[in-house]
């Protein structure tokens, strides 16, 4: 029950943060500061580089917190979190291909 709760929660967290991506990298996208296709091409791989740099981040500092022996629990913890960071970067990832196939044939 609690394995699921969790899971839950992290759907639900990773779901907010990807619409955050959303919302950050598509104003960027939309400013003005991405005006070509190649412009907005690279976008996706500067988002892909952020989003890969906060999640070793975060990875860091969740070992930081756990130490050298980690418990089933903190293992379920960190599959869970891992879990949660590739669903929020594939959302956000996902939508701003989307919108440069857009603006490339619009």
């Known amino acids: 029950l609690c394995l699921l709760q969790l899971k839950q929660d992290m759907h639900w967290v990773s779901s907010i943060a990807g619409l955050a991506g959303i919302n950050t990298w598509c104003t960027w996208q939309a400013?003005?500061?991405?005006?070509?296709?190649?412009?907005?091409?690279?976008?996706?791989?500067?988002?892909?580089?952020?989003?890969?740099i906060l999640a070793l981040m975060s990875d860091k500092a969740r070992s930081s917190i756990v130490g050298d022996e980690m418990?089933?629990?903190?293992?379920?913890?960190?599959?869970?979190?891992?879990?949660?960071?590739?669903?929020?970067?594939?959302?956000?990832?996902?939508?701003?291909?989307?919108?440069?196939?857009?603006?490339?044939?619009?």
């Open 31 to 52: 400013s003005g500061a991405c005006e070509g296709s190649l412009s907005s091409l690279l976008l996706i791989l500067v988002a892909l580089a952020a989003h890969r």
């Open 71 to 106: 418990s089933q629990s903190d293992l379920l913890w960190d599959d869970a979190v891992e879990e949660g960071e590739n669903d929020c970067a594939g959302l956000a990832l996902s939508y701003l291909i989307l919108q440069t196939l857009r603006f490339r044939v619009c």
